[in-house]
């Protein structure tokens, strides 16, 4: 089973960046497996953020987010990012790394966009 761990969460302000990133351990098979971000906000349903293939040649956005974040990968160093510019209100939620063919979930990581 896989284990996944978030970091790089915070407090920005609007219009403001972070970067988060997720470590896979235990991840033999890290590299055939698409890998994604979810988000949940309070009082709302997680919503897929955004995925990115084990090769990295199909990936996929919310349209809230289009143009906005970009989803990569680090096959070596088994790790996803988020990277998160133009900050919105809307996008305060916590943020998980998942492996949806697996269903494995990280613990999640607080993301907080306000002045």
């Known amino acids: 089973q896989v284990q996944l761990v978030e970091s790089g969460g915070a407090l920005v302000q609007p219009g403001g960046s972070l970067r988060l990133s997720c470590v896979a351990s235990?991840?033999?098979?890290?590299?055939?497996?698409?890998m994604a971000w979810h988000r949940q906000a309070p009082g709302k349903q997680r919503e897929l953020v955004a995925s990115?293939?084990?090769?990295?040649?199909?990936?996929t956005y919310a349209d809230s987010v289009k143009g906005r974040f970009t989803i990569s990968r680090d096959n070596a160093k088994n790790t996803i990012y988020l990277q998160m510019n133009s900050l919105k209100p809307e996008d305060t939620a916590v943020y998980y790394c998942?492996?949806?063919?697996?269903?494995?979930w990280g613990q999640g990581t607080q993301v907080t966009v306000s002045s």
């Open positions: 998942t492996q949806p063919f697996t269903d494995a």
């Open positions: 990115v293939s084990g090769d990295s040649r199909i990936i």
């Open positions: 235990r991840s033999n098979l890290f590299t055939t497996y698409t």
